[in-house]
């Protein structure tokens, strides 16, 4: 239900910003027609809370018209405006392969949710990853990722087509739309997943809790779509099946330019993460509060190097001031898979372990026979890694002479 | 100027243990600390208090003994500090959660600027700073590390997937702070916690902020906890010993072994 209240004061503000032209202005007061979806855009522009949205009880709702599997298509930003067409980022077609899986079981469509400003054929990767079809809103407003713009369009094509389950990778960008458009949807949102099955027809999402100490299973029993957000490198990356193109829905939804509050002002792509590239890393050479100091955390980094690797670090070795924050790997720091993690000193907490379990080969060293973290090496080593790293860097010198 | 700053007492989960044996949490003991982002987000607010000469209230939603939190707030440089705590808040998530603190920010009147860590330690969600926004109508920018108050417009350093942003956003508008690397938390002098407790201080109940009951608690969250479990064991790794240049020689030949070295 919306209202508008004895408040309104004809300003007018409202009236553009409708993406679907739902309002108008008689008597100067603005009154809303059937067009509307509930999506809030006139809620957030309103200067005087005339307009309110009042959300009917999760109890009564009715589910029975909600199906299929959206995914968000979350596309990298450029670093100019005009710039060539952009990428999307790895993460979508992790969250299509395990969509897909879910879609399958649910014996329902998947679908990619994809807004941009220009679409160069992305329903070529998007199918080939297992989308059925792509809901394409094609608009200059879509150039670069804006909050309020991104969130009202999916709002509005949530409430046209009622999907049943919305997946979105755990980026930056995810953790900053999925909560907005969960919160005025009255749905529920579950973030960081590690696992997403079905049960009895609802999504099960299963997530590290209490800092990742214990795991949770979730589930958003009275509202839809039921919505996760997903870590890169999380889920498995099905094979490709190119040739499979995805259909095209082309959507138009009117976005008004006062709906971007939040104006890029710079944008800068390179020195974000202090060029730690943990997340694409082939091999990661990783130190736990086992190194102790700063000082002798160096001998990782130069093993590293002699690997072709890249330094990571456990969040008790960040928080001990071992290393810094962008090396930090786990459900607080970053997601990883390399094809070899190697790592010293680690106990193997469960929110750093949820972090780097999918690594193809994790060898790790530890005085601790017990450590958690044997439980999921395929190679144990129990020492001092104080004493193997250096032995190590030897050895690997002595074989490379 | 009126900054409202969200805080939540958290346990300190760099010291939660899990007992080997049975896979649960060990509780006890675990001391209670204040969310480390939303101590670097009550800094960010003083910084500007001192610039700008702004009003600054701290805002918690939790126990009664999440009044610690609160106060040390005050005794940052607050000028008040409110704790929405009623049993009907209980088992709230995060949409439930940020519904109540967007109704307890209304109940405060007029405020400019909203202020929270970018996700709470023990949930590492991040989902109630945003959800606040959504419930108050106004702008959201996550993930600052940065705030700067010109006039009555803010800029804001904030981190996008492999970079940073300078945004640029009027006033009313939340933010959600990261931890810049040279940030150092400062921790109130007892004197200042002493003077602190003559600072006003409001307890408010699901009735004083208005907030609808069905919207709150477990009955008003749409997420439920279904099950919580120790994480999986798997299968024990091959595990070897020995001397430290017996190990180094164990791992080189793992090395080779899968191909990550020439043989």
Redesign the interface.
Same mark, same amino acid.
């Given at each position: 239900m919306i209202n508008v209240s004895k408040k309104c004061i004809g300003c007018n503000k409202c009236v553009p910003v409708c993406p679907f032209a739902a309002i108008q202005l008689i008597e100067k007061k603005a009154v809303i027609n059937e067009a509307c979806t509930l999506c809030g855009a006139c809620v957030q522009v309103c200067p005087v809370t005339a307009i309110e949205i009042t959300r009917e009880e999760a109890a009564a709702r009715d589910l029975s018209g909600y199906r299929g599997v959206w995914v968000f298509v979350e596309l990298m930003e450029g670093s100019d405006k005009a710039g060539s067409p952009r990428k999307i980022r790895p993460v979508v077609f992790e969250l299509l392969s395990a969509g897909r899986r879910l879609a399958d079981e649910l014996g329902e469509e998947l679908s990619a949710v994809l807004l941009t400003d220009k679409n160069p054929g992305f329903e070529k990767e998007l199918g080939a990853y297992g989308a059925d079809k792509v809901y394409l809103v094609e608009n200059p407003e879509l150039h670069e990722y804006n909050t309020d713009i991104f969130a009202t369009a999916i709002i509005a094509l949530t409430h046209k087509h009622k999907p049943s389950a919305m997946l979105y990778g755990a980026t930056i960008m995810g953790r900053d739309l999925a909560p907005r458009v969960a919160s005025c949807l009255y749905t529920g949102l579950t973030a960081d997943c590690t696992a997403l099955a079905i049960k009895d027809g609802l999504l099960l999402q299963s997530r590290p809790a209490f800092g990742g100490n214990i795991m949770a299973d979730i589930l958003s029993p009275g509202s839809r779509p039921q919505m996760a957000t997903v870590r890169p490198n999380v889920m498995k990356l099905a094979e490709p099946i190119y040739g499979k193109v995805a259909v095209t829905v082309r959507e138009e939804i009117k976005i008004d330019k006062n709906l971007r509050r939040v104006k890029v002002l710079e944008r800068n792509l390179e020195r974000g993460n202090g060029g730690v590239k943990l997340e694409d890393a082939r091999i990661i050479v990783s130190g736990g509060r086992g190194m102790k100091t700063r000082e002798k955390f160096k001998v990782l980094e130069e093993l590293s190097r002699l690997l072709g690797g890249v330094v990571g670090a456990s969040r008790a070795a960040v928080d001990l001031g071992l290393k810094e924050k962008a090396h930090q790997v786990g459900q607080s720091g970053t997601t990883v898979s390399p094809k070899l993690y190697l790592s010293f000193g680690i106990s193997g907490a469960v929110q750093h372990i949820v972090g780097m379990k999918a690594s193809d080969v994790i060898v790790a060293v530890n005085k601790d026979p017990n450590a958690p973290i044997f439980s999921v090496a395929k190679y144990g080593v129990v020492g001092d890694a104080h004493e193997i790293a250096p032995k190590l860097i030897e050895a690997l010198k002595k074989s490379k002479a | 100027m009126h900054i409202a700053v969200c805080v939540k007492q958290v346990?300190d989960?760099?010291e939660?243990k899990?007992n080997?044996e049975t896979g649960?949490?060990i509780r006890t003991g675990v001391p209670s600390i204040i969310n480390p982002y939303d101590h670097f987000a009550l800094q960010t607010a003083m910084g500007l208090k001192k610039l700008h000469g702004c009003r600054v209230t701290v805002i918690s939603m939790g126990p009664p003994q999440a009044r610690s939190v609160v106060q040390m707030g005050m005794a940052l440089g607050a000028d008040d500090g409110v704790l929405l705590s009623d049993m009907a808040f209980a088992g709230s *998530?995060?949409?439930a959660t940020?519904y109540a603190l967007a109704k307890a920010v209304k109940k405060l009147g007029k405020v400019d600027l909203i202020l929270a860590g970018m996700q709470a330690?023990?949930? *590492?969600?991040?989902?109630?700073?945003?959800?606040?926004?959504?419930?108050l109508?106004?702008?959201? !920018?996550?993930?600052c590390e940065k705030i700067d108050l010109d006039g009555r417009k803010l800029?804001a350093r904030r981190?996008?997937?492999?970079?940073?942003?300078? !945004?640029?956003?009027?006033v009313p508008?939340l933010f959600t702070m990261i931890?810049p690397?040279d940030y150092v938390p400062v921790y109130p002098a007892f004197l200042e916690t002493h003077a602190s407790l003559k600072k006003p201080y409001y307890v408010w109940s699901a009735a004083d902020i208005g907030a609808e009951p069905?919207?709150l608690g477990l009955?008003?969250?749409?997420?439920?906890?279904?099950?919580?479990?120790?994480?999986?064991?798997?299968e024990?790794?091959?595990?070897?010993?020995?001397?430290?240049?017996e190990?180094?020689?164990?791992?080189?030949e793992?090395?080779r072994k899968?191909h990550?070295?020439a043989e």
């Open positions: - | 346990p989960t760099t939660v899990i080997p649960t949490l *998530d995060t949409w940020s330690i023990d949930g *590492d969600t991040a989902q109630t700073g945003p959800g606040m926004a959504q419930q109508g106004i702008p959201q !920018v996550s993930f800029i981190l996008i997937d492999g970079g940073y942003e300078i !945004v640029e956003v009027k508008a931890m690397r069905r919207y009955k008003g969250s749409p997420t439920q906890v279904a099950r919580i479990y120790p994480p999986q064991q798997r024990k790794a091959a595990m070897t010993g020995g001397s430290a240049q190990a180094a020689e164990k791992i080189l793992i090395m899968e990550f070295i």
